[in-house]
């Protein structure tokens, strides 16, 4: 029974080594959990000794995604004529309409038309002139009734072949409508020079700058964007130049200085104007008060269409104007 005993007991498996094997299993999870971060960081070292100085400036400090614009900023006016269905490639002008830059002579290749104005600080491709106004005249007087006689009966009719010039008579009617003068008809242009000025809407010189595009055309032009607001801006800024005109002319012309005034204002999506600063002001008060007044005298504007409202994607627009004095 000893000897059996004996057998019985050898044949158990002893704990000691297994606890051995737990604590060096843990310790070598212990010793690996230490040495992985030191490895990466000692690896992070040899690597950067490898690395430029700009290299690791830019691991520093990472550049900034650049912001794209996706409208320019600066509006020109675009001919009709020269409107094309395909944008122009990096345009820095927007209008209604898209337009490539042009030249009437192409035989110099450049960037930009040559446009041969008077002035170098508004962008635009034609001049046009200021309509003159004309004074009112006072009405003629009435001539007086003529007396009443009796109707005859004309003795012969007109000759054969002479065209009868006297108007006819009026029937009289209730409709104080009838009677009315119709409007002018639209007088059209005689010369090419009065239908490109009716193209033309915006009052102002056209500049003067050097270059040369290898695309032909009649008339230069700029590389334009179109935009959903272009005519929106097209017809604020005809309103705002045809105001300050006037104002300007009814100032005497000596206490006119030459400068520029600039100012910001926020354009609502309701047409109002709010927020209006000075950021130049190289004039006098007087012209300074002329140029907000050509601004806040037409207001309000016209509310925005909903495709620039969408466009925009905000109810106000930071517009920026500026003022030429010369």
């Known amino acids: 029974m000893s000897v059996a005993g004996s057998e019985n007991l050898s044949s158990r498996p002893s704990a000691k080594p297994l606890a051995w094997a737990l604590l060096i299993s843990l310790g070598v999870h212990g ?4 040495l992985i971060p030191v490895a990466y960081t000692m690896l992070a070292i040899l690597a950067a000794r490898h690395l430029t100085a700009e290299q690791l400036k830019q691991l520093q400090h990472p550049p900034k995604p650049a912001v794209t614009q996706e409208l320019p900023l600066v509006f020109v006016e ?46 635009k491709t034609e001049t046009v002139h200021k309509p003159k106004a004309f004074p009112l005249q006072p009405s003629a007087p009435k001539p007086p009734a003529p007396e009443e006689k009796e ?6 009719g007109p000759k054969v072949g002479d065209l009868a010039l006297a108007k006819p008579a009026e029937k009289p009617t209730d409709d104080p409508q009838v009677g009315e003068k119709p409007e002018p008809k639209r007088v059209r242009p005689r010369t090419i020079a009065e239908a490109e000025a009716q193209k033309q809407t915006i009052v102002g010189e056209k500049i003067k700058q050097d270059g040369g ?9 700029f590389d334009t964007q179109s935009s959903k607001f272009g005519s929106y801006d097209a017809a604020f800024i005809r309103a705002v130049s045809q105001h300050w005109y006037d104002l300007v002319d009814s ?49 309000p504007f016209e509310k925005w269409p909903n495709e620039m409202r969408r466009e925009i994607g905000s109810d106000v627009r930071e517009v920026r104007f500026t003022f030429y004095y010369e």
């Open 78 to 123: 675009v001919d009709p004529s020269q409107a094309t269905t395909e944008p122009p490639k990096n345009a820095k002008y927007y209008s209604a309409q898209n337009a490539k830059a042009a030249n009437p002579d192409a035989k110099v290749k450049t960037t930009t038309p040559k446009i041969e104005g008077k002035q170098t600080r508004v962008v």
């Open 251 to 299: 100032q005497a012309a000596s206490s006119m200085r030459s400068g520029k005034v600039v100012l910001e204002f926020n354009l609502n999506y309701d047409g109002r104007i709010t927020d209006m600063k000075v950021l130049d002001g190289q004039v006098d008060e007087l012209l300074i008060y002329l140029c907000k007044r050509a601004i806040l005298d037409p207001a």
């Open 151 to 156: 109707e005859t009966k004309p003795k012969s």
């Open 31 to 34: 010793i690996a959990l230490v």
């Open 213 to 221: 595009v290898k695309r032909r055309h009649l008339l230069p032009s």
